[in-house]
């Protein structure tokens, strides 16, 4: 079993910085691939970003590459997501996943709680 937590949400002017951290307990955490997803109001959950095991793959949607950046640290469990020039339309709950597998779909079996983001325009 792996348990998630997100922190670093809140709310910012268009064109700031956030990053967002999930840290993991239970299972070993390097084990495990890990995915950042979002979801805004009246949307669906939607595919932001995953990274391997060992950190050197990495995905992103289009809509946040090159402002977006996901790592990890196995070390303290972390996952991050630093997101740079946000825009309005980045407004959600974000969402970390993890799972055995490196996907861009929602296929993760384990989930966090979510921490919101908002940014003003």
């Known amino acids: 079993q792996v348990q998630l937590v997100e922190s670093g949400g809140g709310l910012v002017q268009a064109g700031d910085s956030l990053r967002l951290s999930c840290a993991a307990s239970?299972?070993?955490?390097?084990?495990?691939?890990k995915g950042w997803f979002r979801q805004a109001p009246g949307k669906e959950r939607e595919f932001v970003a995953s990274?391997?095991?060992?950190?050197?793959?990495?995905y992103y949607a289009d809509s946040v590459k090159g402002r977006f950046s996901i790592s990890r640290d196995n070390a303290k469990n972390t996952v991050y997501l630093q997101m740079n020039s946000l825009k309005p339309d980045d407004t959600a709950v974000y969402y970390c996943?993890?799972?055995?597998?490196?996907?861009?779909?929602?296929?993760?079996?384990?989930w966090g709680q979510g921490t919101q983001v908002t940014v003003s325009s």
């Open positions: 990274i391997n095991r060992s950190g050197i793959t990495t």
């Open positions: 996943a993890a799972g055995p597998y490196l996907l861009t779909s929602h296929d993760y079996p384990y």
């Open positions: 239970g299972r070993t955490f390097s084990s495990y691939a």
